[in-house]
């Protein structure tokens, strides 16, 4: 296999099929939390899709130059989560510095990214998977995309939701959670593309 | 040996400081100038983060008074010398304050309550009320479970008697109490109030009469004895207008259920003070209860047992003759 063909199956995979938030459950504390408007969704989205995409390269470069060498295989969690934290850090300060509007309405979900499992999720898939570093960028960047299609949709969903006549019991969180499930057996249907 | 605890130790460490050196240059590279007044103003207000200002926590508070101009006197929770020090700091006036209280509008106590069943469910408030609106034959009536002492941040309210009871010295005016209370009978009023209503019935006389004996039948005597028109009656049930309310406290000593709760505290007469007085008579004029006489151009003099302290006297002096003095 070409190594585009290649790059482009991943793509889809990580992006689609096993989309982080609909096949894995990875991402639901951001995903559920600021999914009320398409903008901040965007936003959140957008810096998740940053986070992940380099949080993958520096990862990988971490675990191939520096812990797999030495043996330190099993620093991996905790090594990768320094990384993610100051990645996050990095980000929260450019975000804080261009867009404040953006920074006030991401609010605390911003620093949660750093715990968010996405993130690590695909450190460690990648890992875990023999990517090499494009593979692992591939992986990274179209995992972020897929929470971010993931979440605007939700968002989109949820701002139909506000105008919706809804029984009583089932308004707010609970019909959310509906959403969500039923968005996430939808994703099912594209679990036949990549065998 | 030692290698394999100090090579992990130290590449993570390394790892550590080469982000943390990176950041630290990326935040003076970031940096951003935030007014210096928003960490000043965040000092006065209280820090109790109760959110009952409408922003988020008492760090969004100083932000929006500092850049979009929200009013000073959003903080419920500080006391009028933080609110002082804020306005001094924004360079403007702190703007009419006036302290809330919280306050429960019920007095279904175990001698006033009229009981429809014996509830043994679960002991809160939501539970009981949505059990055939609540075992108290009263809709309006506290419960008596105490959910709203539950969620008060600084222990002010408990349940005595099967009715909650608010201690104004401990509440902050967060008003956690009133949106959680089942029943809608918790009010966050003026601290200052010289006379509260105590119950949030909005039945007609004769089921309050059946339901409690404490509660207001909506005779609407309180609305004829008030001669400052503060007090309407609607939908079965008297409402204050605070701004227009004197404190001369007629509506409380009219009200026959005596449901009507005044400040003993508050109680003040009018004393005109002789060598200020020219003897113009505007004060007699201003008086609704002929409690003040005298002749023009000579001295007025104050009926204590007919001045209620309402102090339209004081107002109307032109010479500043008239003081009012607690009882």
């Known amino acids: 296999m070409s190594t585009f063909a290649n790059l482009t199956l991943i ?45 993958s390269v520096f990862t990988w470069m971490v675990q191939t130059w520096l812990l797999a060498p030495l043996g330190l295989d099993y620093l991996r969690t905790i090594a990768f989560i320094l990384v993610i934290a100051a990645l996050v850090q990095f980000v929260e300060m450019i975000i804080q510095k261009f867009s404040p509007a953006l920074y006030d309405s991401l609010g605390v979900y911003l620093p949660l990214i750093t715990t968010n499992c996405a993130v690590l999720g695909v450190a460690i898939l990648n890992i875990e998977n023999n990517y090499t570093l494009l593979q692992s960028l591939t992986n990274g960047l179209f995992g972020g995309l897929g929470f971010l299609l ?13 105008n919706a006549n809804i029984p009583q019991a089932l308004r707010g969180f609970p019909i959310t959670l509906i959403a969500a499930g039923l968005m996430a057996i939808a994703f099912l249907g594209f679990s036949g593309m990549i065998k | 040996m030692l290698e394999s605890f100090l090579i992990p130790a130290a590449i993570i460490g390394g790892l550590g400081l080469v982000f943390g050196v990176l950041l630290a240059v990326a935040s ?32 969004g508070l100083a932000k929006a008074i500092v850049e979009s101009g929200a009013p000073i006197n959003s903080c419920t929770v500080a006391n009028a010398d933080a609110l002082k020090k804020i306005a001094s700091l924004m360079g403007t006036d702190a703007g009419e304050f006036k302290q809330l209280v919280a306050v429960v509008a ?11 069943y014996n509830y043994q469910g679960i002991e809160d408030c939501a539970a ?40 104004e010295d401990k509440c902050i005016a967060c008003g956690k109490c009133a949106s959680v209370c089942p029943r809608g009978i918790i009010a966050m009023l003026p ?12 039945s007609r006389g004769k089921e309050v009469r059946e339901s409690c004996e404490a509660g207001c039948i909506s005779c609407g005597l309180c609305e004829k004895a008030c001669k400052f028109d503060a007090i309407k009656v609607v ?67 104050v009926d204590p047992a007919k001045c209620v302290g309402c102090g339209e006297c004081a107002e109307k002096c032109a010479k500043d003759a008239i003081t009012l003095i607690r009882q």
Request: charged share 20%; hydrophobic share 40%; proline share 4%.
């Open chain 1, 150 to 162: 993931a979440i605007v949709l939700m968002a989109g969903i949820r701002e139909r939701l506000e």
């Open chain 2, 106 to 116: 019920c007095r279904s106590n175990e001698q006033n309550m009229h009981v429809k």
């Open chain 2, 28 to 59: 003076r590279f970031f940096s951003i100038q935030g007014d210096p007044r928003i960490d000043q103003v965040r000092e006065c207000l209280p820090g109790a983060n109760c959110g009952s200002c409408g922003f988020p926590g008492c760090d």
């Open chain 2, 235 to 301: 939908n079965n049930l008297p409402v204050i207008d605070y701004d227009k309310c004197h404190g001369c406290m007629q509506c409380a000593q009219k009200c026959p259920r005596k449901c009507i709760w005044l400040d003993t505290a508050m109680v003040k007469k009018a004393f005109i003070n002789d060598s200020k007085c020219v003897g113009c008579g505007r004060c007699k004029t201003a008086c609704q209860f002929d409690a003040i006489s005298g002749e023009i151009r000579q001295s007025f003099s």
């Open chain 2, 128 to 167: 009981a009320a949505a059990v055939c609106e609540g075992y108290k034959a009263c809709p309006f009536s506290c419960l008596g479970f105490g959910n709203c002492a539950k969620v008060c941040p600084t222990g002010a309210i408990s349940v005595r008697d099967n009715v909650a009871f608010v201690d």
């Open chain 2, 191 to 202: 601290k200052d109030a010289p006379v509260v209503i105590q119950c949030r019935s909005h």
């Open chain 1, 11 to 55: 793509a889809i995979s990580s992006m689609l099929v096993n989309n982080f938030v609909m096949a894995k459950f990875m991402g639901c504390c951001p995903f559920l939390g600021v999914s009320g408007k398409i903008k901040t969704a965007t936003g959140m989205g957008v810096a998740v899709t940053f986070v992940m995409a380099m949080a």
